[in-house]
């Protein structure tokens, strides 16, 4: 188990939902946290009610200047976690170029962005913690997943290659590949979602992985089985299979 007592954690995407329960859970058990997002006012409150050290820190992870500044002066850290996303569901016969572009920029330029302006202190040390926000989606495409899947697929690629680089320099790499939770951004999906899990939950089961030494969780297990499955199928009985989940989304 982790021991998480007196770390300094840069937590990004922090206002709401995961991000948000996922805050309580790390300043439970005394982790000290930087708290990110673009809503001030939120993070501000989100400060004041942890029970642990907590600083609000607004930021932009599409602005690469904000990224840098952030990151230059919020002193040295133990760890980082990327939660920052969003997400928009969307067919080919909805295309939304501006949307595509916006969840590219956010969920994976976003990420890039953050880790780039950190990993060196932590090379430097030799030690630092990255955790990285995929999805279930990301595994294969489903329909109406336009824009969404593909950038948590490349979310998921880029902590794989950390994963490998990364081995033996004391930064350790972990990856959350989350199913629908039922959150602002969840509530958009317009597909019914049984597996649907509350913020609380879902940042127990993050929780639990970050203190563990596995590098990848897939959660819920129920609702990760049959993504997981999919990589294995031949292609006709994949898009046979698949087809059904999309018929409820329309945009």
């Given at each position: 188990m982790r021991d998480w007592q007196g770390k300094r954690y840069w937590l990004v995407g922090a206002s709401e939902g995961l991000g948000r329960e996922l805050a309580f859970c790390l300043s439970k058990v005394g982790a000290e946290l930087v708290l990110s997002a673009r809503t001030g006012p939120r993070l501000d409150t989100l400060a004041e009610a942890l029970p642990g050290r907590a600083t609000a820190l607004p930021m932009d992870v599409t602005d690469p200047a904000a990224v840098r500044e952030a990151a230059g002066g919020i002193g040295a850290i133990?760890?980082?976690?990327?939660?920052?996303?969003?997400?928009?569901?969307?067919?080919?016969?909805?295309?939304?170029?501006?949307?595509?572009?916006?969840?590219?920029?956010?969920?994976?330029?976003?990420?890039?962005?953050?880790?780039?302006?950190v990993l060196p202190g932590f090379l430097e040390r030799g030690a630092g913690h990255v955790v990285l926000t995929g999805a279930l989606t990301g595994f294969r495409a489903?329909?109406?997943?336009?824009?969404?899947?593909?950038?948590?697929?490349?979310?998921?690629?880029?902590?794989?290659?950390?994963?490998?680089d990364l081995r033996g320099t004391g930064v350790e790499v972990q990856l959350l590949n989350p199913g629908t939770i039922r959150t602002r951004l969840g509530a958009r999906s317009q597909t019914d979602a049984p597996f649907a899990m509350e913020p609380?939950?879902?940042?127990?089961?993050?929780?639990?992985?970050?203190?563990?030494?596995?590098?990848?969780?897939n959660f819920p297990y129920g609702a990760s089985l049959p993504l997981r499955a999919a990589q294995f199928l031949p292609d006709w009985a994949y898009y046979r299979l698949f087809a059904r989940t999309g018929r409820e989304g329309r945009n």
């Open positions: 133990d760890g980082v976690i990327c939660l920052a996303g969003t997400r928009w569901p969307m067919r080919a016969q909805g295309w939304d170029q501006e949307r595509i572009e916006e969840m590219m920029q956010i969920n994976y330029l976003g990420a890039t962005r953050v880790i780039g302006a489903v329909p109406g997943s336009i824009g969404h899947g593909a950038s948590k697929a490349a979310v998921m690629h880029l902590a794989e290659a950390l994963h490998h609380a939950r879902a940042a127990r089961e993050a929780f639990e992985h970050m203190s563990s030494d596995r590098f990848k969780i």
